[in-house]
């Protein structure tokens, strides 16, 4: 079979007929997997409160790495988006303020380690959030022979995240995050890739944080102490504007120091 034969025969399989992509966006693609081939392979981790920035760090920061991004909110939202049995429980357990159990996440983010966009490694957003499921979740990577390379704390007062959260707006089916204050998209309540709407979550309320809040703290603080002493935790100041917190985690992650 000839090369134009196999590219026609690919799209009967629902993958994108090649010859319909045009030029740019076709050389651009395959620039950017010829530079993500000279990536690392790393696992890493995002700390911090709700409203710390890691929605918005995370995105940008797994383009630039040739990771994905994998949220563990967004991969529940996917399953109550589809009214799966799943996605039912785990709508009533988010809309509580209530962490979901270690199993069920353990085995969505298993799903993720085969991926073609996960080739390279993740970027963890939301989940472990306690050590018994770093546990499950380091057990799981030493299977398919991975570790956490690196793990960044995002460090705010929990007054800020407040004002944060109530101006979050998001795009769903990428994952962007935005404020309208501190990091406002570029048209108002438009995502500026996509062009489409963003959302504002039905959990950023005032009284679904404050519960959260107390869950991070209850559960998530003890997990700087234990990334502490294996050495691979980033501490930064996430009060600072989105992209000097982006410049320093980037500058560090391209370091040796972010790089053993």
């Known amino acids: 079979m000839c090369i134009r034969d196999r590219v026609s025969t690919q799209s009967t399989w629902?993958?994108?007929?090649?010859?319909?992509?045009?030029?740019?966006?076709?050389?651009?693609?395959?620039?950017r997997r010829s530079r993500c081939s000279q990536m690392m392979n790393r696992q890493m981790i995002l700390l911090g409160p709700p409203g710390s920035g890691k929605g918005t760090q995370g995105p940008k920061l797994a383009e630039e790495l040739?990771?994905?991004?994998?949220?563990?909110?967004?991969?529940?939202?996917?399953?109550?988006?589809?009214?799966?049995?799943?996605?039912?429980?785990?709508?009533?357990?988010?809309?509580?303020?209530?962490?979901?159990?270690?199993?069920?996440?353990?085995?969505?983010?298993?799903d993720q380690f085969n991926k073609p966009q996960c080739n390279k490694g993740m970027i963890l957003d939301g989940f472990p959030r306690t050590i018994p499921q770093?546990?499950?979740?380091?057990?799981?990577?030493?299977?398919?022979?991975?570790?956490?390379?690196n793990v960044v704390l995002f460090e705010i007062e929990d007054e800020l995240l407040?004002?944060?959260?109530?101006?979050?707006r998001v795009h769903l089916p990428s994952g962007r995050s935005y404020h309208v204050k501190y990091n406002p998209p570029k048209i108002e309540g438009i995502d500026d890739v996509t062009g489409e709407p963003l959302i504002q979550r039905k959990d950023d309320t005032h009284a679904t944080l404050e519960k959260?809040?107390?869950?991070?703290?209850?559960?998530?603080?003890?997990?700087?102490?234990y990334f502490t002493r294996k050495g691979?935790?980033?501490?930064?100041?996430?009060?600072?504007?989105?992209?000097?917190?982006?410049?320093?985690?980037?500058?560090f992650l391209k370091s040796p120091a972010g790089s053993h």
């Open 14 to 31: 629902g993958i994108m007929d090649l010859r319909n992509i045009p030029d740019e966006e076709f050389f651009a693609e395959f620039e």
């Open 66 to 110: 040739c990771l994905c991004h994998v949220s563990s909110g967004d991969l529940l939202r996917d399953e109550t988006s589809r009214g799966t049995a799943l996605g039912v429980k785990a709508k009533e357990i988010m809309e509580r303020g209530d962490l979901v159990p270690d199993d069920l996440m353990i085995d969505m983010i298993k």
């Open 134 to 149: 770093v546990e499950k979740l380091e057990s799981e990577l030493n299977k398919v022979g991975k570790k956490i390379d």
């Open 162 to 168: 407040y004002e944060r959260i109530s101006g979050r």
């Open 212 to 225: 959260r809040l107390k869950n991070y703290h209850s559960y998530t603080s003890p997990l700087i102490d």
């Open 232 to 251: 691979n935790l980033l501490r930064l100041d996430a009060r600072q504007s989105a992209d000097k917190v982006f410049n320093q985690m980037f500058s």
